[in-house]
Each structure stands twice: as structure tokens, then as C-alpha cells.
């Protein structure tokens, strides 16, 4: 090694570790080696020698002293850290209560595959203060052994904003060139060539910390034969978009071996590792004392178990009082630390202005609430609420859950709500939004006119029986009773609330009328009823604005006459109104109408007038006992892609001609009918792709047109107990168009010998990627 290193011309040098050994024994004045070295003077009398004086010349370096089970930690990671800053790697310096990563690191890893030999692109994604930097770092300090050459920029995001891309592009080559060949570059297209030149041929690690805008990325990182083979980049983001963007361009890219981009996101910690973060800041031990343990577990209950925010705060706590504890937990209650605001301020102020009302609407109202409610009237607003859920979705704000609600993580929820907070910090009254009972109370006490309040949140305050005087609300938007379970009566002077664009009166168990005042409500896009409600005002079909309509399992016997003047509603929703037994005539007049729900009522027939339903795609009618046809203007409904039928058990004869002009439905559903047959005309439905006809016990063949339905993937025939072989069809031409048949139920069909002899087909025609289920007679 001595002579090694003497040769290489101060390219190489030696880093000595005595491990349980003094500086005396490396000299050779103790008996340790000079006593081995004289066992070997006989053999290798010339070696010896030269050993001697190596191991003295050691000696002079400065290295490591250990002692074996002296407490200094890991030395091998200490050692690692040295060697790695020799290499001028550049170890990142992680913060030593690291707590519950190990599993993030190793599945990060997995994912990196430095056996890999292509490009790959890694997104760390999520909120501010979830701890994706950390984990970058911890990933880079364990993987840069591996690679010629390694770089870590940190906080992109601001140094693009104070000094630009050009500063970033040197700081990125500043790892791999010297200072005059950096100091070569100009402009960014300088910068880009020069990344390209120099990179493209080694095998690098790069991580791009904090990037938010695209612009960042294209600049230092855009495509993955910028790099050599085997080559990493790791980027953290709190938005995921400018990952997809990435995506887009790199999966253009022509490389030997295909570019690799993968994401991972970062999620909030366990309870136990959230409690263990927080205790090793606030008592510097791995749990809380004894006496402290309820407080400690409230606390980090509260601050959502976010990283950052527990480092912040079990630090601030550490040492204090028990009272300036309890009161911390009250104050964390309502709002954020201040270090956490501002890190998650800077992902709201990247929103528009549309995208910051839908944010702080879900912060203050529809957190775990159906995203459905809120869409018609964020559309409404013109927040365009697609585009402004997908945007928060990507900046990691809010998450779809499985039953199509809203998630936020608590301390985004809090920052939402303090955001409202500070329009106003006095007076309620002056703010956009009021979710709070007791302020909400207060207002609706106040003399004064809430100029400012948009929203108003009473929900579930059982005290409610009667709503005040509305007037004084003369902003308001948004008027939210829901589960107000004593509320009998609402106020007149609802109808002067001329901006009210929704009123949520969902479990309003106590209401049974509304006031004939709102018919007044013009600029009123939804309301959503109480089931107990009885009957609606004469003046309902005044709200011109609404654009749905759901009294789904409510009491209310008939719709008013005036419901036709609801032109731009879109959805009306009667299932399970079991006491109503007929439509009027005006419900033609619903010229928006797009989905008509009236499944479970006790009607007797459908008016005729819904042949005027232009624009009506979704028409359920299933489990209505007292309907035996189907009306022929059932065919005007030009545009209809679903009508449900299934349990009428009355529904008799044979369905109308009519049915085949419906050349845009996609699902047809008859099961659990009487019918006896289905016309020809349905071989007209060009774009049918659904046949439900289970349990049809009057049925006894198909119609040879059923062969026309060229997008048919799915036919359900089971329990058709007289469906017998049909063989009506000869020419393979056209037996040939059930090509797309992928499910074929045919169960407890017993007149059936084979599926050939209910398709008409022989078996070669029949597709070997199609399902059956059922048996054969």
C-alpha cells in the first residue's frame, strides 16, 4: 500500500485505522509486531525490512484511534463518510433522529435497481414537510458508491427563483468539471450542451431537490441520453405533474436501453414512529415520560403526523412547562406551526385563484365528503373544478379516496382553515367562510350585514330548530344545514338571499316542508333534501338555475306542475319515493335533463312527454312494479346510453318497435321482466355493449337481428328457463360480427344444448378470449 501510494504522484492516499492498537506498536517499540515481524526475518529477510519502515510511515498519518466497544457509534459509517468526502462524492448530512425510514429507503432502492443498465428517472413526491429531502438524502449517501460521478442540488425551487437556470446548470457540472470550463457557460442552451457533452457517456447519481416547475427540469435534466448508461436522477416535488411532463418527453427518447421513470410517494408516518420522532426532539429519549405521554400522544394526534411539524414542535416543547404544553396542544388545534405554515404556504401560492377557492372549500367543508356535491357548484362558479382537483391532486393538497371522497392531511386542512382565519381575524362576519357552530351563531344574531360571508356551516348543531332572519347574509353563497336533526322550520327570508347557490338540508329529520319563498332562489344550482320532506312549494319550478335535483328516499307524494321550469336541471334523482305514482306532463319540459333516476317509485305508467327529453342519456325505471309497457315515445330519446328496466315485473308483451331508433345506448338491462320477446329492431343498436336479460321466463329465442350488434362484449341470459337453440343464422359473414362477445352468462338455461346453439354459430366462430359461464342441457 506504502509503495503503492508512493508511486501514484498524490493521486492515491492511505486512510490507516488502529483499531485497538497504540502509536507505540505501530512504531514497533512494543512487543505486539515486532515480536510477528521477527518470526518472518529468516524467510523474508529483505521484506521484512521494508514492512518495518512501512508501518512506521503509517504511523505518522492521522487516522482512526478505536477501541472496540468504546461508544462512538458505527465506525463504519464514520469511515464511509470520510472516504466518500475523499472521493469527493459529497456526503449529505442527514439529521441523526431518523426514525421509521429504513423500509422507505429499501423499497426506494428496489425501485433505483443500480443493476439496471439503462436510464432511470425517480420521483419522490408529496407534501411539504413530509420528509421527501431526507429520504433523498439518506438514498444518496447510501447508493453513491456505485457511480463515476454524484450530485445533490438542493432547494431549486428558490435558487431558480434568485439567481436563475444558468446558476443551476453550473452547479450541476460543478461536480464533474473544474471552475474555468464552468465559468464557460453563458445562457442556459451554453449550460445544456455542456451537461449533454460531459455526462452523456458517465454513469452518474443526480438528485434535483424541490423541483416545481417543469421549465427547472428541462434545464438540467430533460431526457434520459443526457446521461451514460446506468445513470440515476432522483427528483423530490411537491407536484407530481412536472413528473408527468417528464415522462412525456423522456418516453420519446431513443436511447440503447429504454428510460425508466417510476414515483414514489411519500406518506405520512406511523403512530408509534410519529410518537418515537417527536419524544427523541421534545425529551431526548425514544418515548415520553410517563407523566407526559397523554399530552405527547395528543399532540402528535394533532399535528397529523407530519415530520416537520413534529421535529418543530417537540423541540419548542422541550423543557417547558406542562401548562405551556396543554395550551400548545389548543393552539395547534386550530392552526399549524408557523414553520410548517410556511412550508406548505408555498405550495398553496402556486394555485390559481380557482383552484385556491375549490382548496379552501374542501379544507373548511368536504374533507371525507362526496366530491360529488360541491362539483355542480364549483362548475358553476366557473372554478373549473376538473382542472382545479386534478392540479391540487398533483401538488399532493388532496387525495380521491375508494368511495369517492375527499382526503386532506390534517395540517393542510388547518392551513386551509387559518388561511379563512386571517381574512378577518375579529370578526366572523368578514370572512368568506364560517364552519365554526358557535361563530356561525353568533352571526346569525348580529345585526349586522356579513358583507364577505360566502359560506356558512351549520351542520349537525342539534340546537337548531328554527333558522333566523337569513337577510343580513347578503353574500352569501352557500348555506349548509346538513344533520340539523331538530330544525322544523326555515325563514322566510331565505328568498333574499339572491347569490345563494347551494343548500345542503341532508338529514334535516325534522323538516317536512320548504317555504313558498324558494321559488326566489334563482342563482340556486343544488339542493340536496331531507328524506323526510312531504311536498315541495308550487314556486319550486321558479329555480331556473338548478342543475340537480335528489329527494331519493324522501315522503313527498307528487312533483309540483311548475317542475318544467327547471331548464337547466341536469339530474333529478326520485328513487325510492315510494309514494309517488305519477309524473306530470311539464316533466317533458326539462330540456337539460341528462340522467332521470326513478327506480323503486309506485308509478304507473311513463308520461309520454319524456319522448321530449332530448338530451336524457341515463334513464332508470328498474323495480317499479306498476309500469306494464314501455311508452313508444321511448324511442325520441335520441342520445340515450342506459335504461335500466330490470324488476318490473309487470312490464308484459313484447318491447316496442321504437326501442331500435336509440342508436346511442351502450347498456340495455330487462332482467327480471315478463316480457315474451325482443323486436328486430334491436339489431339497430350499433353501440350496444351490454344485454342483460337474466331470468326471463317468457323468452324462449333470441332474435336473429341480435347477430347485428357488432360492439356487443357482454350478454347475460342466465335463469332463462325456455331459452331454446337458435339456428336461424347460415351466412359466417355475418356470424363473424359477434367478434367483440367477451361474457356470456347462460346459467340454469335447461332447453340449451351448447353456446353454438344460442349464438346460431358454429365453434370456430367463436372467440377463445370469450367467458362463459353457465351449463348446458
Not at 316533466?587 to 321530449?612: C, F, R
Request: one cysteine or more; hydrophobic letters at 40%; glycine letters at 6%.
Amino acid at each position: 500500500m506504502v509503495e503503492c501510494t508512493s508511486k501514484s504522484n498524490d493521486s492515491k492516499e492511505i486512510l490507516p485505522i488502529f483499531f485497538n492498537v497504540e502509536p507505540a506498536d505501530v512504531k514497533l517499540k512494543t512487543k505486539l509486531y515486532s515480536q510477528a515481524l521477527s518470526k518472518y526475518e529468516k524467510r523474508f529477510s529483505t521484506q521484512v525490512e521494508s514492512w518495518e519502515k512501512s508501518l512506521i510511515e503509517v504511523n505518522e498519518i492521522k487516522g482512526w484511534n478505536l477501541k472496540k466497544d468504546e461508544g462512538r457509534g458505527d465506525p463504519i459509517q464514520y469511515v464511509i463518510q470520510t472516504v466518500l468526502v475523499k472521493l469527493n462524492v459529497g456526503f449529505k448530512n442527514v439529521t441523526e433522529h431518523l426514525v421509521g425510514v429504513d423500509d422507505r429507503v429499501h423499497s426506494i432502492i428496489r425501485m433505483l435497481d443500480v443493476e439496471y443498465d439503462g436510464v432511470q428517472f425517480l420521483g419522490i413526491h408529496g407534501i411539504g414537510g413530509i420528509g421527501k429531502t431526507t429520504l433523498a438524502k439518506v438514498v444518496y449517501n447510501q447508493l453513491s458508491s456505485h457511480f463515476e460521478g454524484c450530485n445533490f442540488l438542493s432547494d431549486i425551487r428558490e435558487s431558480s427563483q434568485r439567481r436563475g437556470p444558468v446558476y443551476l446548470q453550473k452547479q450541476l457540472l460543478s461536480k464533474f468539471l473544474d471552475s474555468r470550463s464552468v465559468d464557460q457557460i453563458h445562457d442556459v442552451d451554453d449550460g445544456t450542451n455542456m451537461i449533454k457533452r460531459v455526462l452523456c457517456k458517465r454513469k452518474v447519481l443526480i438528485v434535483l431537490d424541490d423541483v416545481d416547475d417543469k421549465e427547472q427540469l428541462k434545464s438540467l435534466a430533460e431526457k434520459g441520453n443526457w446521461f451514460g448508461s446506468g445513470s440515476r436522477i432522483i427528483v423530490t416535488t411537491r407536484n407530481r405533474s412536472v413528473l408527468m411532463a417528464e415522462g412525456e418527453v423522456i418516453g420519446e427518447v431513443l436511447a440503447k436501453k429504454p428510460t425508466k421513470i417510476s414515483t414514489y410517494e411519500v406518506q405520512e408516518m406511523e403512530f408509534e414512529h410519529a410518537l418515537m420522532l417527536f419524544s427523541r426532539h421534545a425529551f431526548r429519549r425514544d418515548s415520553p415520560p410517563y407523566h407526559y405521554a397523554s399530552l405527547s400522544e395528543n399532540v402528535v394526534s394533532t399535528l397529523g403526523k407530519l415530520p416537520l411539524a413534529l421535529e418543530v414542535t417537540g423541540s419548542f416543547l422541550s423543557g417547558k412547562s406542562k401548562a405551556l404544553w396543554v395550551d400548545t396542544c389548543k393552539k395547534l388545534q386550530k392552526a399549524p406551526p408557523m414553520e410548517v405554515q410556511r412550508t406548505l404556504m408555498i405550495t398553496y401560492e402556486r394555485l390559481d385563484n380557482a383552484q385556491k377557492q375549490v382548496f379552501l372549500d374542501i379544507a373548511c367543508f368536504f374533507v371525507n365528503k362526496d366530491r360529488t356535491y360541491p362539483f355542480y357548484m364549483w362548475d358553476e362558479c366557473g372554478y373549473y373544478p376538473h382542472n382545479a382537483i386534478e392540479a391540487l391532486f398533483l401538488m399532493s393538497l388532496i387525495k380521491i379516496k375508494d368511495d369517492n371522497t375527499f382526503w386532506m392531511h390534517d395540517q393542510v386542512r388547518d392551513l386551509g382553515r387559518e388561511i379563512v382565519h386571517q381574512e378577518n381575524f375579529k370578526n366572523p362576519c368578514k370572512r368568506s367562510r364560517v364552519w365554526n357552530h358557535e361563530e356561525a351563531l353568533n352571526i346569525l344574531k348580529r345585526k349586522e350585514a356579513a358583507s364577505k360571508l360566502k359560506v356558512l356551516d351549520l351542520s349537525y348543531c342539534n340546537y337548531l330548530m328554527r333558522t333566523p332572519d337569513l337577510s343580513m347574509l347578503v353574500s352569501l353563497e352557500r348555506l349548509i344545514l346538513e344533520g340539523c336533526c331538530n330544525l322544523v322550520e326555515i325563514d322566510a327570508s331565505i328568498g333574499k338571499l339572491e347569490h345563494l347557490t347551494a343548500l345542503n338540508l341532508k338529514g334535516c329529520d325534522s323538516l317536512e316542508k320548504l317555504p313558498e319563498e324558494i321559488g326566489c332562489l334563482q342563482a340556486l344550482i343544488e339542493i340536496v333534501m331531507p328524506n323526510t320532506l312531504r311536498r315541495l312549494p308550487e314556486t319550486f319550478g321558479n329555480l331556473r338555475s338548478l342543475l340537480t335535483f335528489d329527494v331519493s328516499h324522501s315522503r313527498i307524494s307528487k312533483l309540483p306542475c311548475s317542475i318544467g321550469g327547471l331548464v337547466k336541471l341536469r339530474r333529478l334523482n326520485l328513487s325510492e319515493c315510494t309514494k309517488i305514482e305519477e309524473l306530470p306532463d311539464s316533466v317533458g319540459e326539462l330540456q337539460s335533463l341528462v340522467e332521470l333516476d326513478l327506480s323503486s317509485t309506485s308509478l304507473d305508467h311513463l308520461p309520454d312527454s319524456m319522448g321530449n327529453l332530448k338530451q336524457l342519456k341515463v334513464l332508470r325505471i328498474n323495480r317499479i312494479r306498476g309500469i306494464t309497457r314501455l311508452p313508444s315515445a321511448i324511442g325520441l330519446m335520441e342520445i340515450l346510453e342506459e335504461l335500466d328496466a330490470s324488476g318490473c315485473g309487470n312490464l308484459t308483451g313484447e318491447i316496442p318497435e321504437e326501442i331500435g331508433s336509440l342508436s346511442c345506448l351502450r347498456i340495455l338491462d330487462l332482467s327480471s321482466t315478463k316480457i315474451s320477446g325482443l323486436p328486430n329492431s334491436i339489431g339497430k343498436l350499433k353501440q350496444l355493449k351490454v344485454l342483460r336479460i337474466n331470468n326471463l321466463v317468457g323468452i324462449t329465442r333470441l332474435p336473429s337481428a341480435i347477430w347485428l350488434m357488432e360492439k356487443l362484449e357482454e350478454l347475460h341470459a342466465s335463469r332463462c328457463y325456455f331459452m331454446r337453440d337458435c339456428r336461424s343464422m347460415k351466412r359466417m359473414s355475418d356470424l363473424r360480427k359477434l367478434r367483440k362477445l367477451r361474457k356470456l352468462r347462460v346459467g340454469e338455461c335447461p332447453k340449451l344444448r351448447s353456446v353454438e346453439g344460442l349464438l346460431g354459430i358454429f365453434p370456430e366462430v367463436v372467440d377463445s378470449r370469450l367467458q362463459v359461464v353457465g351449463e348446458f342441457g
